[in-house]
């Protein structure tokens, strides 16, 4: 995410090449809530700068509406934003996550989640 006047923020996306020359706004180095954008970089071979660390996606927000850098949030994060513009990046890090349950004896909890993913389950399956 970028302020409404970064050059950015009329561009439809980006790569993580053309971001890293911006200063960027994240949560401190080691937290579980920066490690997959420090992977992306990495993985890339490309360095980035962190200027502002910190504690929270609102405060970040607060921070790039300001234009002082720019950010990389998940996407689920997006409709919850004002004050910043979104933009995709072409190579953005991916999270691919997994989930087991047991059709025949699945908890009150497994359903509830299921439910809300949206993920159909067969009505012979049990409760």
Known sequence: MVAPEHPLAREASVD???LSAETFVDLP???AGR???DQAFAAAGIDREVAFEVSSAEYIARLVEQ???VAMLPSAYVPQLTGV???AV???PA???YIVW???SRTPAAAAFLAVLDIPVPSDAGA
């Open 29 to 31: 180095a080691g937290t």
């Open 16 to 18: 993580l090449l053309r």
């Open 102 to 104: 047991n059709s025949f």
């Open 90 to 92: 072409s190579d953005a």
């Open 95 to 97: 999270r691919v996550e």
């Open 35 to 37: 490690a997959q954008s």
């Open 67 to 69: 234009d002082l850098g």
């Open 85 to 87: 513009v979104t933009v």
